[in-house]
């Protein structure tokens, strides 16, 4: 979760299930489960029919500033546009 603790983490079935909202969706989604079951859980959470409100609720959530030790890992990111 972040630092600041004011959300929910995101499950994997939500993070998989906000990429597969958008409009339009993702062409990828990568996500390395460490087993069958655990591919089962995920798999068995996704949410077809996302809601806006909770659409917003992840948007926002990804909206953080998770940049919290001022070390960029990725800093050509910045550099690409929506």
């Not at 069958?36 to 809601?51: D, G, P, W, Y």
Request: glycine residues 4%; charged residues 30%.
């Amino acid at each position: 979760g972040h630092v600041e603790g004011n959300e929910d983490s995101p499950t994997d079935g939500d993070c998989i299930s906000f990429a597969l909202a958008k409009k339009p969706p993702v062409d990828v989604v990568l996500h390395s489960a460490r087993d069958e079951n655990e591919l089962a859980k995920v798999m068995n959470t996704l949410c077809t029919n996302m809601s806006p409100q909770t659409i917003r609720k992840w948007r926002a959530y990804g909206d953080l500033d998770w940049n919290v030790d001022e070390f960029d890992e990725y800093p050509d990111e910045r550099l690409l546009s929506d």
